[in-house]
DNA sequence: TTATAAATTTAAGTAAGCTTAAAATAATTA
DNA sequence: TAATTATTTTAAGCTTACTTAAATTTATAA
């Protein structure tokens, strides 16, 4: 399939998945940088090859075919991240933009290579899950954003989710990274603004990036930090 | 560029380098698995970009610019190799498979990083030279094919000219590879066949495989195998 | 040298993936 | 509820990268 197509049904799965985001056609070419007019367009072509369902003014939505393109899109794009990021040492904003490309022009077998050469990786480096060559996916629920984290506890950080830069390197700056352990010293719901210590380090948060950080509870009686 | 400019340029370069290829509008077509009349409806295209040098009826040649991007193309593609081969141990035909796909998507940015990784190569597994960021490359004036190799005499191979498995697996198989010495026994200069030995093994091997088998005098006094 | 074959070019047409502009529908606000 | 605004869809058109078929030119062989 082309690199459009695969693009189109990888932007419409993610955006059904994170509750919150339509799939209306509008909302699809934002993110592609497309006029309403070309996602419309290439709604319907796609539903005539039975990849999505297209009823007029409703959101899109993929058929069984359409989900399994996405996910191996998604499955090539992480498992490059987690290549680019170990072997090359690129950053986390770097892995994504050049993994956006590499994930159209892989072959099946370059890509169970490259999984196999990972160690069947089940999550690359911003924590987000690799789906398997059969597209199950690990819908893990043991997860929740900053912004829904209680006050007093300690946190482990398993997920920063985004593509842009600038995130990353507020991260980074910051030491937000997967793995690292946080406690969330208050939450402020009024202005959705939230007190968290890392490395005995007082940080501020707003709601653009609490929501964006996903968490773990820890195991046990690890309240100190 | 798009990816079908990408090859057309590349094809055209490779075949003005190997003498005996013509770049006429049908062997360009041929190569490219399309027809001659989209190889002339391309080459006009191409020559309004100013890419590629356009007269009814002649060879197409490449302007500066049309071999600049040639260059960097067969740098990604050299680069790929040279990665593949080395980190993800895949064999010499199956690095040819994925780095022609890969080519077309890698950034400068990740062509610069690989370049570092792999400690800036000059040639690639197959021996073939890596050109550099400028688009200079080495055209080794000291190897020659097995075919105009003298009898008697030990050669270093440096090079495996191409890019179909059978010729490969044949190399494999036999133990030709870039670095092995041989002794070339005898030339039957009337049928074109070589006999060579190889690791205590003769074999002979018609014009189709020493025009391929590119070697390297071996310095001195080293005429024993 | 001329007839024939092969290659190249031109012309017309197609599909993919867009665009802009206008029409139709849905959502929002007064 | 009606009027306005926003979104979606339709329609027409464009570019890229092809195709087939016919016309032209070049190369080959009798």
Redesign the pocket.
Known sequence: ?????E??VKVIYQFDQNQGL?T????I?KA???????????????AL?ELVK???????QLTENGRKMALSVIRRHRLWETFLYRTLNLSLHEIHREAELLEHLTSDFLTERLSVFLGSPDVDPHGDPIPDINGRINSDTGQFTLLSAKAGSVYKIVRLSGSDSEFFEFCEENDIAVGVHLKVEKQYTGNEMTLVVINDQKLLLNASLTTRIFVEQVPNLKTEL
């Not at 399939?1 to 197509?5: D, G, Q, R, V």
């Not at 209306?24 to 909302?27: D, E, L």
């Not at 592609?32 to 796609?46: E, Q, S, V, Y």
């Not at 297209?54 to 899109?60: E, H, R, T």
Request: charged letters at 20%.
């Open positions: 399939m082309s690199i459009a197509t693009n189109f339509d209306k056609p509008g909302t070419a592609l940088g497309i006029t309403n007019a070309a996602a419309t367009d290439m709604a319907k072509k796609l090859k297209f009823q007029k003014y409703q959101p899109l």
